[in-house]
């Protein structure tokens, strides 16, 4: 029988770019698997598996904003791989290097991605399932470009028939307050404005919070009092501004207000930290202004916007990948056969 030959090429082509190896990849990662390739060195196993989370044959998913929740497509088992002797040998180092810092359609993450272990391979995208932790040392993954991040196992207990996730990242990372608009028109003194009328804000929990006009009893610029927006002696629109500005801090130390003098253009931020809770899409109600009967101020009041969590969206729902390349690579050894 004759020896069955490679051609230069294609042993080219297999020293290059490795044997394709079945990594039991679960169904909600499978579309952001590049490939995964396998070389060997004498006893030892090299087993590369490449990453695309910006994959445009699927949407996958951030892992939302608890640390080491998976990442994945909505639906389907979200492991990256499952870890056996058979496929990968005795595994001994785990490494990953970042080829494309991620991006996502909401908040990045601050402190980036990490590897997870569960133990069943039954994890799926955002949820606890197969209770992922981050692995010590294979943390922060995108923080740079070329970032090479390795953890070394000397146990085979570890590891074996264990599953490995693109995890969130291990703190809450930088969120962005959302904001609301508020509109001073047709007012240039207090006169505009009669007392009792009434702004409400809700804030990122939905509680509600009532500020009354008070232009008699307290000055504009007087400390601010809680549920009272002062407007004694404002007499120019700037001085209205500022009345508001120093009722709604005052109501609730988690607004912030800013606004330019004399344009009647202010903006409230919800509590910084919080994020898209801010948002009137996550607690349902609206922010008003009530008159007490006629007045010739035109008041507008916006709901939050723009408001997002670490991995989240606007709209507080899981954020997408848009960028994201990585290499994964597990180094294991094979047992030689018996003599």
């Known amino acids: 029988m004759g020896v069955k030959r490679l051609s230069r090429g294609k042993l080219l082509n297999t020293e290059k770019l490795g044997q394709d190896v079945d990594v039991d990849t679960g169904a909600a990662m499978k579309n952001a698997v590049v490939s995964a390739t396998q070389h060997r060195e004498g006893h030892k196993l090299i087993t590369d598996i490449v990453l695309d989370l910006g994959t445009s044959k699927g949407t996958i998913l951030t892992g939302g904003s608890t640390a080491a929740r998976p990442c994945g497509e909505a639906s389907g088992l979200t492991r990256i791989c499952k870890i056996t002797e058979s496929v990968f040998g005795i595994v001994t180092e785990i490494r990953v290097t970042c080829l494309e810092q991620e991006v996502t359609d909401g908040t990045d993450y601050t402190d980036s991605l990490d590897i997870s272990i569960g133990n069943a391979g039954t994890g799926t995208q ?32 570890a590891l074996d028939t264990k599953s490995l996730y693109l995890g969130a990242g291990s703190n809450a990372g930088t969120k962005v307050a959302g904001a609301a608009a508020l509109v001073i028109a047709d007012a240039t003194d207090a006169a505009h404005f009669n007392d009792g009328s009434r702004l409400v804000l809700f804030d990122e929990t939905g509680a509600k919070h009532e500020m009354i006009i008070d ?3 307290l000055a504009y610029n007087a400390t601010g009092v809680p549920f009272k927006i002062g407007l004694l002696n404002a007499n120019t629109l700037a001085k209205i501004e500022e009345g508001f500005e120093k009722g709604i801090e005052a109501t609730n130390t988690n607004f912030t207000v800013t606004h330019a003098a004399d344009n009647g253009n202010v903006s409230i931020a919800a509590k910084s930290g919080t994020g898209a809770e801010g948002n009137s899409a996550s607690h349902g109600n609206d922010n008003s202004y009530i008159p007490n009967g006629s007045e010739t101020a035109t008041i507008t009041i ?25 290499l994964i690579r597990l180094e294991g050894f094979v047992a030689p056969d018996d003599l």
């Open 302 to 326: 916006a709901n939050f916007i723009n408001g997002t969590t670490q991995g989240k969206t606007a709209a507080n729902a899981d954020a997408a990948f848009t960028a994201g390349k990585f």
């Open 126 to 157: 955002g949820a606890a399932t197969d209770s992922p932790a981050a692995i010590t040392g294979l943390e922060d993954l995108a923080s740079a470009l070329g970032k090479d991040t390795a953890k070394a196992y000397d146990a085979k207990t």
């Open 215 to 217: 232009k008699t009893n």
